[in-house]
């Protein structure tokens, strides 16, 4: 066994036995799994009692990770660690009390807010930003209190400033790119990803194709470039893999996702609704198994193996370690 | 029995068999009560389920309103009618689904935000106003769809104004005063008036202490004349009265109202740490028992008994005629 360690700061895969498996096999050591886009509070609870069946069923295969401890500790017993994480606010509702309770249930990261406006800040589909709301405030002291990881990635660029500003402890972009690469609305500006590097906080790379130059035609040469120039803006210890990898879902988990229960008008989100389906992969990535291609593609652009291991896990693992705790 | 019809806009009382009884004998014919600040949809059917038993326990003194015609019914039997509303979105949490349902269960009026940040629009004590966000303008839609009016006393101006705008249907302000006359985050700017009148929309004048000039020393005199400014700005057909009287409950009620589920610290409100209890009324507006002072005072101020008329009741039934019938 190596020691080599590999996090991907997010994916959303359908689990099944066979997925832990192959994740596990890839070399991966720890996942941020999502366990909610627009679950309330009692469908959360019903997620995590999923996931609870889940670690019963394969607990030679899987692991529950709670601390960087636990990634230490996946690592030697050979299984994967799962952290959960909330892609919106909504598991909290309306009750800031939700945060530990939710911190005491596993939950470890919680973006505040998912493509809309929710009631802590806005959402990169808004029109308007007006940067984060009175309950938003409150909402942060607790989370940094908690140890409850605050990630903006689905956030626009006013609440996100913001949330870096305000926050006590870094936050992180579990999943995204930077506009530079791609000019989309979920990618990141460069002040952005300057205050981020700058307050220590975390940026995840995406492969998701909405998110990547030329989408699924973008190289893996072009990806990797692309993670030199942003180690020019934030620093080589900021940065880590949050694939966004989506898989074994069908067109209503989709629509779901970017419609919830708020429109009874279709949402095409990043597609459009002449090519409204799950998007194509790249070829060099068609999901965790071919995670290890990514550190191949580093060292071809010349990054040496530490920084390639910070790059793959080291980072998130350190970053781990700052903020899954309680304030002492 | 004259042919009086006296509509008060908005009132939040702990009601009882003595209150409905003093209401009824007031002369108020119809009252447009709150059921919801904060509640979400599972609580708001427990307030609905407690008012089915006032209904049930009073049906001697007190009857549900859905419609104009209801109103004309309490009229003619001599009982107060009662129409059901929400100070805030909240009952809706985040399923656009729920506004129908509400309106089923006898709701009619909702307001898209209560002093804070909401899934739809801005309240008036958040610090930035982004307008109506992705959610609030299918929201908007639904509700014009429906018959549930819009209600905007507690959201913020840029929101309102765009409100005005994005809905096919007039909307309400169903308790506030201009800015003019008191210049209080809660009360309303020229501009939004001016936007409520020429859309065919109503204000409902308020008598709670913090949305007069002076306070609780406010005079009738003074209350009468800037409504007659405010006809000067709005026209006589889309002015009303909508108290805001709150009675009957403790400094925890108050407490709700203020922070909600949304903050560990305490927030005033519009009110100050020393000065955080329940406000004292004017002398000439006690409670409902007083409402006729109203009539008399615009009397005394040279209105006309049919402007008398219209501002104490007769608008408010023309627009609930307009308002709480889905569109054909």
Known sequence: MNDQIIIDGLQYINWNRERFERTRDSGITTVHVTIAYWENFREVIANISQWQRHFDNNADLIMPVRSAADVLQAKQSGKLGIVFGFQNCSPIEDDISLIKVLHDLGARIMQLSYNNQSLLATGCYEENDPGITRFGKQAIKEMNRVGMLIDMSHSAERSTLEAIELSERPIAITHANPTFFHDA????????????????????????????????????????????????IMGIDHLGIGSDMCEGWGYETLEWMRSGRWTFAADYGEGTADNKEWPRQPDWFQGSQDIMNIAEGLAAEGFTQQDIDKLMGRNWLRFFEQSFEPLG
Do not use: W
């Open 185 to 232: 609305l979920r990618n990141k500006s460069d002040r952005v990803l300057q205050a981020l590097g700058e307050s220590g906080g975390m940026l995840g790379f995406s492969m998701y194709p909405f998110h990547l130059k030329n989408g699924a035609d973008c190289t893996l040469q072009e990806f990797c470039q692309m993670i030199g120039q942003t180690v020019e």
